[in-house]
Structures are given as C-alpha cells and as structure tokens.
C-alpha cells in the first residue's frame, strides 16, 4: 500500500460520515454504551422516585399545617367547654334559689342576685355559650333529652316544659335541655 492510497481510504470515510452514515463500534464499545445507558435509566427512575417521594411528603406536610391549625382553632374555641359545664350549673343552682326565695326578702337583695345572674350569663354568651330555645318546639334528639310526657292541647311530640335549660357553645351541644313533651290531646 502507498501512502497516497491510505489517504484515500480516509478521505472515503470521511466522506462516507458525512453523508449520515455512522461508524460502527466496535463490541466492546457498544457493551459500555449499553451499559452506560441503562445506568442513565436506572439514575432516571431513582430520580423519579426521588420527586414522588418529594411530592408525598410535601402534600402531607401541607395537610399536616393544615390539621394542625384547625386543631389549635378548635382547642381554643372548644377547650375551655369541661368550665363552661361545670358554670352552666351554678347558673341553675343561682336560679333555683331565686325561684325559692321566702316571701318577706328584700327586695333590693332580690334584685342584686338577679342583676349577678345576668351578668354571668352574659359573660357565659360573650364566651359562646347560647341556650337551646325549646319551650313549644318539636322534639330534636340532638338538642332534647325526653324526661316525661303529658297530655296537652300542643299537639304529640312538642316540648311542653323545660326541667333544666340546654345550651351550646359555638354551635355544639354543651348540655341538651331536658323537656317533657306533649302526647296530644286525650
């Protein structure tokens, strides 16, 4: 072989790539290539998983913000409700002993006690606590604990009379009131 003739094999290949052909490698050369590759797709998929995981964790991290924000709100509207039960019954216990009040006490005593009585369920309202009207209503299990039932002219399953108030704070039931309803007229 001449030298000019080695120069043209060269020239051929190159002309041979640039019309789009491309070289072949050799079989150790195509086993790193493929090998190479399925790396790129294992480190791909690690990727993936990586971001899902990303994903999760940042989705219940939200959710737990979330939760944990309502939790406060709700212990701070709802956390003093065991209080408000155990001062719903000196408010009936302060009414009782209005209601039995011997004949012949001042007056003006009479009328500090229920100027206090007022006062503490104001601030039992200004804190959310709401009495359950019932009195002449329809009989609400959620609301009403049946004690007793009476004939009257309000027709069957209408409260009649309170024995003790109900009430809620913000909305839920704090002490359902307890009623005695009506079984219609006889």
């Known amino acids: 072989m001449n030298e000019s003739s080695g120069i043209d094999l060269e020239d051929s290949k190159d002309q041979e790539r640039s019309q789009g052909e491309i070289p072949t490698a050799s079989a150790p050369e195509n086993l790193e290539i493929q090998g190479l590759q399925k790396e ?48 719903l019954q000196t408010a009936d216990n302060l009414e009782r002993a209005m209601a039995h009040v011997p004949a012949g006490t001042d007056q003006n005593f009479m009328q ?40 009257s002219p309000l027709p069957s399953g209408v409260i009649t009379r309170e024995h003790a108030r109900g009430y809620t704070l913000h909305g839920r039931l704090l002490r359902p009131a307890q009623v005695v309803l009506s079984s219609g007229q006889q």
């Open 40 to 87: 790129i797709q294992d480190l791909e998929t690690q990727i993936k998983e990586k971001e899902a995981r990303y994903v999760y964790l940042y989705a219940e991290f939200e959710n737990f913000k979330k939760r944990s924000i309502k939790e406060r709100s709700e212990l701070i509207k709802y956390g003093w409700e065991s209080v408000a039960r155990d001062l």
């Open 112 to 151: 500090g006690l229920s100027m206090v009585l007022n006062q503490f369920r104001s601030s039992l309202q200004k804190q959310g606590v709401e009495v359950i009207d019932s009195l002449e209503k329809q009989f609400d299990p959620n609301f009403h604990e049946a004690v007793g039932q009476e004939p």
